[in-house]
């Protein structure tokens, strides 16, 4: 028996999803609804989690470390998450600190995007990567860039929040401040919302690519609908592109499965002439929504 488990926590507004892995790979997993943590007391959030967690490691096992990545802006020097809008009820506080002294392992915290992309690079379609970056589109639009498997870092040590480029000169204004933000125009937000509008009778979330392939090849209208997205998509990451000149980039998250209809929209918007042409290498996640959670696994051995 070895003793080498080492845990992974996604934390996300909607879902947290937990992960214990060994070198022989994953021993189990759990995802339990955020909503179920919110409604209970401040003080017993940390010991439910922890509780989560060590129900399921087996017996004679033991944990070796956590990792958590969690959604929004997070401290990870402090071990706090400070995500007001969408993940109240684990910040503020010291959730690094207090799950440490109660699981007496080591524990490290980043931001989801950036759990999700060492997923990829350690597990997943970013195994050669040299430069990769990631573009994750849900409810935001998350992006994070490993250089030889290091996250970028801006100068005060926080991750860089992509979706708030501001792309168009849209008088919407973002929950950042900004407008025009990447995420006001490019998250499955609004594709969802633009196809729901046009297509009043279909919830989005109950019908795949395939329909919306079949629909968009007898509605212009919906076609238009995928091609602007894409066309939105490619604004945001020609700039990322530009800067950080990544060898392939992963398209992650709900949206990214309607890659085959807004694909055409996305290379019109990266269009260049040939002396200024960027490595446009796209290709679809791996590991889909287990990406963050086992990538949260990696998060420790940064330091
Ligand atoms: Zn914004």
């Known amino acids: 028996m070895t003793g ?11 879902g947290t999803r937990l992960i214990l892995r060994d070198e022989t790979g994953i ?10 943590f919110a409604i209970i007391e401040k003080k017993d959030r940390v010991d439910a989690l922890a509780s989560h967690l ?12 956590l990792g958590i990545g969690a959604s929004g802006p997070v401290d990870t020097t402090l071990g706090i998450i400070n995500n007001r809008d969408t993940l109240e009820c684990f910040s503020f506080f010291p959730l690094v600190d207090e799950l440490k002294s109660r699981l007496g392992i080591r524990v490290g915290i980043d931001n989801d995007a950036v759990a999700a992309v060492l997923g990829e690079y350690y597990f997943g379609a970013g195994k050669e990567s040299k430069r990769l970056l990631m573009v994750t589109l849900g409810t935001g639009i998350g992006a994070a860039l490993l250089e030889n498997g290091k996250p970028f870092r801006t ?3 926080q991750h860089p929040e992509a979706g708030h480029i501001p792309i168009s000169g849209n008088p919407a204004t973002c929950y950042c401040g900004l407008r025009g933000c990447w995420e006001t125009l490019a998250s499955r937000s609004w594709l969802q919302q633009n196809l729901e509008s046009l297509l009043p009778d279909v919830a989005f979330e109950k019908y795949d690519v395939n329909f919306y392939k079949s629909v968009a090849l007898q509605r212009d209208d919906v076609a238009h609908v995928f091609h602007q997205y894409g066309n939105y998509l490619g604004r945001g990451l020609a700039t990322l592109l530009t800067l950080y000149g990544p060898d392939l980039t992963i398209l992650s998250g709900s949206a990214a ?4 209809l ?9 269009y260049r002439a040939d002396a200024y042409a960027r490595n446009n ?4 996640s791996e590991l889909g929504d287990m990406a963050g959670a086992l990538g949260a696994t990696m998060i420790p051995e940064l330091g």
């Open 4 to 14: 080498n488990i080492k845990a992974g926590i996604d934390i996300g507004g909607t």
């Open 155 to 157: 100068g005060d040590g």
């Open 262 to 270: 807004f694909r055409a929209g996305l290379e019109e918007a990266l």
């Open 54 to 65: 060590l129900s399921l490691v087996p017996a004679g096992r033991m944990l070796e470390s």
């Open 281 to 284: 290498c796209i290709v679809p």
């Open 257 to 260: 499965h309607y890659y085959p």
């Open 27 to 36: 021993l189990a997993t759990r995802t339990i609804a955020t909503a179920e």
